[in-house]
């Protein structure tokens, strides 16, 4: 069973078109990531949910909105998709979402390419 | 300067070998640091965690932490062909939320 999983895997799209990237952890964890993975590998924080509460919110244009309807789901909506967008989005969770031991764990990824 | 920084590689060991990975880290208060491994076209997958200054062994990994210098390495023992990937640093920092700050990364090559 996979612990952390996103769907879909890959995503190809149209500059302008809105899409939608869904993660789902089985975990137990209260805290959820998307991270963002450009073309040189750098992987950087976007958002972060505790327990569907928005706890961190790094410099991302509000294009992207994050979504948690529960404490096992976070999902990213991208409007109006932009060439620049084109990344891998990893989605992670962890136990906790402070604390010296907050160890996360990721999902396989999704692959968007903006045409 | 950037927060975490990272040798980018690539490192290339022959098999058998010691591979040294090095991150030095920016002036803040730090929390907890974490080594990633990434393979090609895979997600990170944690291989190392360490909180206090020393060291730390896991079978063929040692992470080393010094945080008067603001310095983690990570050795790897017996470097096998399996062990070629990009690896990770991440320190966390008190009242950032928790959230991880990767260096860019080091790619290393075990060459059999």
């Known amino acids: 069973d996979t612990a952390v999983s996103q769907t879909p895997k890959y995503l190809v799209t149209q500059m302008g078109n809105d899409k939608s990237i869904k993660c789902e952890q089985n975990l137990g964890h209260d805290t959820m990531y998307w991270y963002k993975q450009d073309s040189k590998k750098f992987l950087k924080i976007m958002f972060s949910y505790n327990n569907k509460e928005l706890i961190i919110n790094e410099t991302v244009p509000n294009r992207f909105s994050p979504k948690s309807p529960d404490k096992a789901h976070l999902n990213l909506h991208i409007n109006s998709l932009e060439l620049g967008d084109s990344a891998v989005y990893f989605c992670a969770s962890s136990p906790e979402g402070q604390g010296a031991k907050n160890i996360q764990y990721f999902g396989a990824g999704t692959r968007l390419s903006v045409l | 300067q950037k927060e975490v920084e990272q040798n980018s590689g690539p490192l290339s060991v022959p098999e058998g070998a010691i591979a040294s990975l090095n991150c030095t880290y920016s002036?803040?208060?730090?929390?907890?640091f974490f080594w990633y491994r990434q393979y090609s076209g895979k997600s990170p997958e944690l291989i190392m965690s360490i909180y206090s200054n020393g060291d730390k062994e896991d079978g063929r990994f040692t992470a080393q932490l010094n945080k008067a210098s603001q310095y983690v390495s990570l050795l790897i023992r017996d470097s096998q062909p399996s062990d070629s990937a990009t690896y990770l640093c991440?320190?966390?920092?008190?009242?950032?939320?928790?959230?991880?700050?990767f260096g860019q990364g080091t790619e290393l090559s075990v060459k059999p």
């Open positions: 002036d803040r208060v730090s929390q907890s």
């Open positions: 991440a320190p966390t920092f008190y009242n950032q939320g928790g959230k991880l700050i």
